[in-house]
């Protein structure tokens, strides 16, 4: 079943998202596949009748070769498409090749448009992405991540599998109202990702999209209220991607097992 058959409200054109560290010949040969099946897609999607109120997104690529990230934006943006997405991002790069494409690309779009960042969804990208210019974000990671016991909070990601978690009586996250965080204690999610509850991962995953689209809503409110800036920098200085606590009880773990 294709994307019209499925009811989408968005629909993304054909691309070929190659992968990381391939050679500029190969890059180039896939993003001008790419183009062609952008101007084919756009010409169907104009000519039938058949998609009223549907949007259809033209999708940049180029990897990581800025001068083909320029020329596909030019080249995608020459289509009058409802939105454009920045696609072949976050499938190996680093975080500054991932800002820097990102920004690169976004300032080149339409301002008229909805920008669209695909497969990107960790909190602080969310918020590195919009301070750059994106409006829309797609990624899998909040649940994929849920399901291993990493939950996120203010103050990062924290794996809820670890024992510091088994006495703690209060929510996850105190600042959260999820229905996990509403309902359960830490402990109790604990419990359950130990006892390989299948709860355990609905309500991680649970809490995680409720805090990407709690983060998103305080986004939108400070961009009305013209304080995105500070409030950016003081979730960044504050949030931590990885559990640190966790990091560390590692590194004691290995030290002792070591002997050191």
């Given at each position: 079943?294709?994307?019209?058959?499925?009811?989408?409200?968005?629909?993304?054109?054909?691309?070929?998202?190659?992968?990381?560290?391939?050679?500029?010949?190969?890059?180039?040969?896939?993003?001008?596949?790419?183009?062609?099946?952008?101007?084919?897609?756009?010409?169907?999607?104009?000519?039938?009748?058949?998609?009223?109120?549907?949007?259809?997104?033209?999708?940049?690529?180029?990897?990581?070769?800025?001068?083909?990230?320029?020329?596909?934006?030019?080249?995608?943006?020459?289509?009058?498409?409802?939105?454009?997405?920045?696609?072949?991002?976050?499938?190996?790069?680093?975080?500054?090749?991932?800002?820097?494409?990102?920004?690169?690309?976004?300032?080149?779009?339409?301002?008229?448009?909805?920008?669209?960042?695909?497969?990107?969804?960790?909190?602080?990208?969310?918020?590195?992405?919009v301070a750059r210019g994106i409006d829309m974000f797609d990624c899998a990671l909040p649940t994929r991540v849920a399901r291993n016991g990493a939950m996120f909070t203010p103050d990062g990601r924290v794996d809820v599998t670890k024992r510091r978690f088994a006495e703690q009586h209060g929510p996850v996250d105190?600042?959260?109202?999820?229905?996990?965080?509403?309902?359960?204690?830490?402990?109790?999610?604990?419990?359950?990702?130990?006892?390989?509850?299948?709860?355990?991962?609905?309500?991680?995953?649970?809490?995680?999209?409720?805090?990407?689209?709690?983060?998103?809503?305080?986004?939108?409110?400070?961009?009305?209220?013209?304080?995105?800036?500070?409030?950016?920098?003081?979730?960044?200085?504050?949030?931590?991607?990885?559990?640190?606590?966790?990091?560390?009880?590692?590194?004691?773990?290995?030290?002792?097992?070591?002997?050191?």
């Open positions: 079943m294709n994307q019209v058959g499925l009811g989408a409200d968005i629909i993304m054109c054909f691309d070929q998202c190659i992968a990381y560290g391939a050679s500029e010949r190969q890059v180039r040969q896939a993003m001008e596949r790419t183009h062609r099946w952008a101007a084919q897609c756009h010409r169907v999607h104009r000519d039938s009748g058949a998609w009223p109120g549907r949007a259809l997104f033209g999708i940049v690529q180029g990897g990581t070769f800025s001068h083909l990230r320029d020329e596909s934006t030019q080249a995608i943006t020459a289509i009058p498409f409802d939105g454009y997405a920045v696609g072949g991002l976050a499938v190996g790069e680093d975080k500054e090749q991932l800002y820097g494409f990102t920004g690169q690309v976004a300032a080149q779009l339409p301002q008229d448009k909805p920008r669209y960042l695909m497969g990107v969804g960790s909190p602080e990208d969310l918020v590195e992405g105190e600042e959260c109202d999820c229905y996990a965080c509403a309902n359960y204690s830490a402990a109790y999610v604990h419990h359950l990702f130990r006892a390989k509850e299948i709860l355990g991962l609905r309500l991680a995953s649970t809490h995680n999209l409720r805090f990407v689209l709690r983060l998103m809503e305080r986004i939108r409110e400070a961009i009305l209220e013209e304080r995105f800036t500070s409030f950016s920098r003081e979730f960044l200085d504050r949030y931590r991607p990885t559990d640190e606590t966790a990091r560390q009880e590692q590194k004691l773990r290995w030290l002792q097992e070591r002997g050191t």
